[in-house]
């Protein structure tokens, strides 16, 4: 007798043999107790989960002469036949064979005709969705309104590729992907009662590989026992040209310390090992992948069905990284796992991209930008105010202002601060400038800094008049919206609730040198920081034009 396969040996011939289709199975045995049978379903899933078998088994229940607790006993004829593979009352189709409408309307033909010896007549057709679009619509209106004795199977891959006039007729069955845990618990299982001598690390890297579909495992399992009948992982790895998961991690690293040496030297040591480079890049999405879930949520184990020992050496590589890095790594080696796929030269490919990923860890997140800058602000940016202003030369047009005398009133106590002074012509305009300066600077340092800017124009038992020159008038809208801040202050040194008048001074008083403004300009922190950042240059230095500003009342 010829060898079979362990993926058709082992191919479940009961619905309890389905593994990681426990909703499906469920929703099967329920319909077959109720009789709640429709006349179309549609099975859609990746690879290799059970689309196909499941189809059969249903087709062997659904013709069951002797069904057991909803489940085909195997052992009748219809059964056996259908199991063979003979039987003529069950069609399986190949629909990327027959795709024309050709082959739909013949099946149209047939379907008129009663089943030989079965309860049903059970079409199944693979790959449903490789039917052209005039095939699918001859096969509507049969679909829609079919015989009583007969059902349709559909099993796709793709169903979103089907039409939707078919889909609306069928009742949707979709198959999930299988984990690696129920992979290798079903692997295990299989080479215990095969007798294949094969380690517990080389299980779990044949699942791994498998990527969710137990066919794809049975088969790499089948290839590994013809090779050798004591796996090991390494024979393996060389067997299946699958990286050392140990050359993977050590691969990670270097590209999250941003080492392009060591990063080549390692695609060179698994170039000639003959490891698949185009397996190897999937491995660094996966890796990556699994680290940025690590860096994101706190669990990971239950997520990733990884052990704690390996969530803890992912934790180690996330530490190392910042988020917005680890997703510019990320969307960087999804990008370059389709160039490698694609790729003449994988090698070259491959390296220039992880080229390009060795520059991700020398970037700057806009939070640490902004971070810098706002340091940079608070401690260098802000000038120190000393209890004297800065001396400034009086206007020409400027003339000295005569101070009225007038009895000062006796202010109340809300208004008082320390050192009342009882008349304004006790002070001259320099000192109450000074020590308004000063009790400012005691309760709002910014907006003292930004008073010493201004001179005195006069002084008088009504008003006070200040002054700004040059680009300096635009801090006048802040002072003024301050007014409410200095005018009690203004009262207390004075003794007298005057009226704060803010000038912009003529524009020939203000002579602007822009050389030294632009020099002034190159001196600040907060520039010189800028430039740095961005690998800026300054270009030019215009100064704010005077505005009229209005009087603050």
């Known amino acids: 007798m010829s060898y079979i396969v362990l993926a058709r040996k082992w191919r479940p011939q009961r619905f309890d043999d389905l593994v990681g289709q426990e909703s499906v199975v469920k929703t099967f045995k ?44 195997g052992e009748c004829p219809s059964c056996k036949s259908i199991t063979a593979g003979s039987s003529v009352d069950v069609i399986e189709i190949d629909g990327a064979s027959n795709t024309g409408v050709d082959a739909v309307r013949e099946l149209r033909e047939t379907v008129k005709y009663a089943p030989s010896s079965s309860k049903y007549k059970i079409y199944i057709i693979d790959e449903v969705h490789m039917l052209s679009t005039p095939a699918f619509n001859a096969l509507l209106k049969t679909l829609e309104e079919p015989p009583p004795h007969v059902i349709f199977i559909f099993a796709t891959t793709e169903p979103k590729k089907i039409l939707p006039t078919i889909l609306s007729r069928c009742q949707h069955h979709a198959f999930r992907r299988m984990t690696k845990i129920r992979i290798k618990e079903q692997l295990i299982k299989i080479t215990s009662a095969e007798k294949i001598n094969i380690s517990e690390p080389a299980v779990e890297m044949i699942a791994k590989a498998a990527d969710g579909s137990m066919r794809d495992a049975l088969t790499l399992l089948d290839q590994a026992y013809s090779f050798s009948n004591d796996i090991t992982e390494e024979e393996l790895q060389g067997l299946l040209g699958l990286p050392e998961t140990e050359i993977v991690a050590n691969l990670c690293e270097t590209i999250l310390s941003g080492d392009i040496s060591k990063t080549l030297s390692t695609i060179k040591e698994l170039t000639d090992r003959g490891s698949d480079l185009r397996q190897l890049t999937r491995e660094l999405v996966e890796n990556f992948r699994n680290i940025a879930i690590v860096k994101v949520t706190d669990d990971a184990e239950g997520l990733l069905e990884f052990t704690q020992e390996e969530v803890q050496k992912l934790k180690q590589h996330a530490a190392a990284v910042s988020i917005e890095q680890l997703t510019l790594l990320l969307a960087e080696l999804l990008r370059l796992e389709g160039e490698v796929r694609n790729a003449v030269h994988p090698r070259y490919t491959l390296e220039l991209g992880l080229l390009r990923t060795s520059f991700v860890k020398g970037m700057t997140s806009i939070d640490d930008v902004l971070k810098m800058l706002g340091n940079s602000k608070t401690t260098d940016s802000v000038p120190v105010v000393k209890s004297a202003p800065i001396e400034r030369p009086a206007a020409p047009e400027e003339k000295k202002t005569n101070i009225i005398n007038q009895p000062a009133p006796v202010s109340s106590p809300a208004d008082s601060t320390p050192e009342p002074v009882s008349s304004v012509e006790n002070l001259s305009k320099d000192e109450v400038w000074q020590k308004l300066i000063e009790r400012v600077d005691a309760e709002d340092h910014l907006l003292a800094c930004k008073l010493s800017e201004a001179r005195v124009i006069s002084l008088n038992s009504t008003e006070l008049s200040i002054g700004f020159n040059g680009g300096m008038s635009v801090l006048a809208d802040s002072i003024k919206s301050k007014a409410s801040v200095i005018k009690p202050i203004l009262k207390g040194v004075t003794g007298h609730s005057l009226k704060l008048k803010i000038l912009s001074l003529p524009k020939e008083e203000a002579k602007i040198d822009k050389k030294k403004m632009k020099e002034d300009i190159y001196s600040e922190p907060l520039v010189k920081d800028a430039l740095r950042i961005f690998d800026g240059s300054l270009i030019k230095v215009n100064p704010i034009e005077d505005e009229e500003l209005q009087e603050d009342e």
């Open 30 to 73: 329920n319909a077959l107790s109720s009789g709640k049978i429709v006349h179309a379903y549609l099975f859609s899933g990746p690879r290799g989960v059970g689309k196909t078998t499941s189809a059969r088994l249903l087709a062997k229940a659904l013709n069951c002469t002797q069904l057991t607790d909803n489940e085909p006993c």
